[in-house]
């Protein structure tokens, strides 16, 4: 029970962390469609380019947007000691980037679900197609949650490259952004494709906890 | 075998062999240049091109080789705390780069002539690249931390978390359809290549070694002094 | 409760403080003393099991700590020298944060006088980054109160404080120990806190 308390009053403090940021958010968002005006600008507004071109333009996006959002996954928490707060409050390191890489798919990844319809209006995707991504989304973001956790995670004690956090992020989703446009692709594969996305999920949600802890655990030490 | 984890039986012994490694290295490589370029002959179908392959294929072999032996030492390093696998990922990250490199640089001047482009996004090219940015993200992390402690543990994890990628280049054109040739040699078969052509493979490919077993030992050797130097 | 014996630590090969011995039992307050560099914030990092000896161990109730880490951990309120409140929310919504997440009972009323106590109280509703550096620093050491637990470990809990909140400050460690409670703090300036024992490193 008290743990189950404990772990309430996290995402209490997650929520109203990130209520009190929220533009950041919206600021995330924003990018993305900002970006989206930048795409067809540059492709050129010919309506069957732009549905052929689509879904692979939301996937791209989606992850650079996401990957913005690294830098406050745990740096923010970690500068002021609230790591090591929630450690002593009884949480060991790989529980916290557990509960730290829900909050991140909570508070910034499934603002952006509102965010695909539009996008797909924009960009000239069918309907059927839009429940495919939408589903592709929900699985894969959880993943970019958990690399983004491992990789800004390792990127704490690095002061001088930040950058290298989203690149480690973006060279270990490249499977996720193939067999995520695979579904959308070929509809009659649907199954087998959404089980190879949900077997990464696994892997890298086990991989989580472990990679992350350690290197929260190093970075405190050391600091 | 103490000398593979303790530095300064490392040294004593590094003492020993570099020499011979050198110049059995430059020996293996006149011999196998020898071979591949007048001793082996012409391909059947794709005529002296073929002659990348003694560079290419124990390149290719070797950068993997390199990232398979730093997964091992970070996997000791971490679970046994022996230091010296961090000395050992920190010397050997560049070499394995530059194996990657000569891989993709010779084999895009393979495909030019065979398949009419420098460069396909078939699935082994992509996952040898990706390869070589994981050995560049390496090398970076290694440039950019400030503290040595985190920096060499977290390297350490990074690769083994990077080493998923290697069974993916391994088997990608088994699993995948590819335009890359399959494997043409592997121990389970018998090898699909005439023996003719196997003897400069082999030789190029014991060179390649002997060149970077000594680099290594010269890039090991000064990282162990560096820190040495450092500490006091 | 605590005994801290025969510790030295080194990193990276560089002793940074050796053969420390201590022993915080309860009613007992220690401090540290040393200059910059010192290793004070290092032995109260050990004691939390942030830092691997290099040789020596530490004990929580005559067991190895290391093997009773979250017990221990129930027990014991730490405060680093940095400002662990969150800049963009006001104070009142931080302490509630706080109340929250150490399920403290303390009521309402209490906290209110604390903080008129330490002339807190005008800025309740303002946010955290527009107070001054002392104020933050009052507002991290109200922690202490609502965590309610038994050990206090504080790193430099003193520094950029005035007298007056000095003197508060030292009554509360004084009320502290008379319930048995006990403190190790460390400080590199003169207080008139009344401690029991004075480790110099």
């Not at chain 1, 589903?135 to 995670?153: A, D, M, N, T």
């Not at chain 2, 640089?105 to 002539?113: A, D, F, R, V």
């Amino acid at each position: 029970m008290i743990i189950l308390n404990k772990i309430i009053s996290f995402y209490y403090r997650e929520y109203k962390l990130n209520l009190s940021g929220f533009q950041d958010i919206l600021t995330n968002i924003i990018f993305f469609f900002v970006s989206i005006f930048i795409f067809i600008f540059s492709i050129g507004p010919d309506k069957e380019k732009i549905s052929v071109l689509g879904v692979g333009i939301v996937w791209t996006l989606l992850l650079l947007s996401s990957t913005l959002s690294l830098r406050k996954f745990y740096q923010d928490d970690f500068d002021n000691g609230n790591l090591l707060i929630m450690h002593l409050n009884g949480f060991s390191f790989g529980f916290i980037a557990i509960l730290k890489t829900f909050s991140h798919f909570l508070f910034v990844q499934v603002p952006f679900l509102i965010s695909i319809p539009i996008a797909c209006v924009l960009l000239n995707i069918s309907n059927d197609k839009l429940i495919y991504l939408f589903f592709s989304f929900v699985v894969g973001s959880f993943i970019l949650s958990c690399l983004g956790s491992i990789s800004s995670s390792m990127n704490l004690m690095n002061q001088r490259n930040f950058l290298l956090g989203s690149v480690i992020v973006m060279i270990f989703s490249v499977p996720i952004i193939i067999f995520s446009i695979g579904i959308i692709n070929m509809e009659e594969n649907f199954n087998s494709l959404i089980s190879i996305l949900f077997g990464i999920l696994l892997i890298v949600f086990a991989i989580n906890p472990w990679a992350s802890g350690l290197c929260l655990k190093l970075s405190i030490e050391n600091n | 075998m103490k000398f593979l984890i303790n530095p300064s039986k490392f040294n004593e012994i590094a003492d020993y062999i570099f020499k011979p490694v050198l110049i059995l290295s430059m020996l293996l490589f006149a011999l196998g240049l020898l071979f591949s370029f007048y001793l082996s002959p012409n391909d059947y179908q794709q005529g002296s091109t073929v002659r990348i392959m003694y560079v290419h294929v124990p390149s290719a072999w070797l950068a993997l080789l390199t990232f398979a032996i730093m997964t091992l030492y970070s996997i000791i390093a971490l679970a046994f705390r022996i230091p010296f696998g961090f000395i050992f990922n920190t010397a050997v990250a560049p070499i394995g780069a530059v194996f990657t490199l000569i891989c993709i640089i010779s084999g895009s001047l393979w495909g030019k002539p065979m398949w009419g482009t420098w460069w396909v996004w078939d699935a082994r090219l992509t996952s040898v690249a990706i390869l070589f940015i994981i050995y560049l993200i390496i090398i970076f992390m290694n440039l950019s931390f400030e503290n040595r402690i985190v920096r060499e543990k977290v390297v350490a994890i990074f690769i083994l978390v990077g080493s998923v990628n290697l069974p993916i280049v391994k088997f990608s054109v088994d699993w995948w359809n590819t335009l890359h040739q399959p494997a043409t040699i592997s121990k389970l078969s018998k090898p699909s290549i005439d023996p003719s052509m196997m003897t400069p493979l082999i030789i190029m490919t014991f060179a390649f070694m002997m060149i970077g077993i000594a680099i290594a030992i010269l890039r090991i050797k000064t990282e162990i002094i560096s820190r040495k130097s450092n500490l006091s | 409760m605590i005994l801290v014996k025969d510790l030295s630590i080194e990193r990276s090969d560089k002793k940074i403080f050796e053969n420390i011995n201590l022993s915080l039992g309860s009613g007992k307050i220690i401090l540290l003393k040393g200059k910059n560099g010192s290793g004070k914030t290092t032995l109260l990092k050990a004691i939390l099991n942030l830092i691997e000896p290099s040789s020596g161990a530490i004990y929580w109730k005559g067991k190895l700590l290391k093997k009773h880490l979250y017990d221990f951990f129930n027990h014991v309120t730490f405060i680093a020298d940095k400002t662990s409140s969150l800049s963009k929310l006001s104070v009142h919504e931080n302490i509630n944060i706080w109340k929250k997440i150490f399920s403290s009972k303390i009521s309402n009323s209490q906290i209110e006088n604390i903080l008129q106590t330490l002339k807190l109280d005008t800025f309740v509703n303002q946010k955290v980054n527009s107070l001054s550096f002392g104020e933050t620093k009052k507002l991290e050491l109200l922690r202490l109160i609502i965590e309610n637990k038994k050990i206090w470990i504080l790193d430099e809990p003193l520094s950029n404080l005035d007298d007056e909140t000095i003197d508060v400050i030292g009554q509360t460690f004084e009320d502290h120990r008379s319930k048995e409670g006990s403190i190790i703090y460390s400080s590199h300036q003169e207080s008139e806190i009344n401690v029991s024992e004075e480790v110099i490193l």
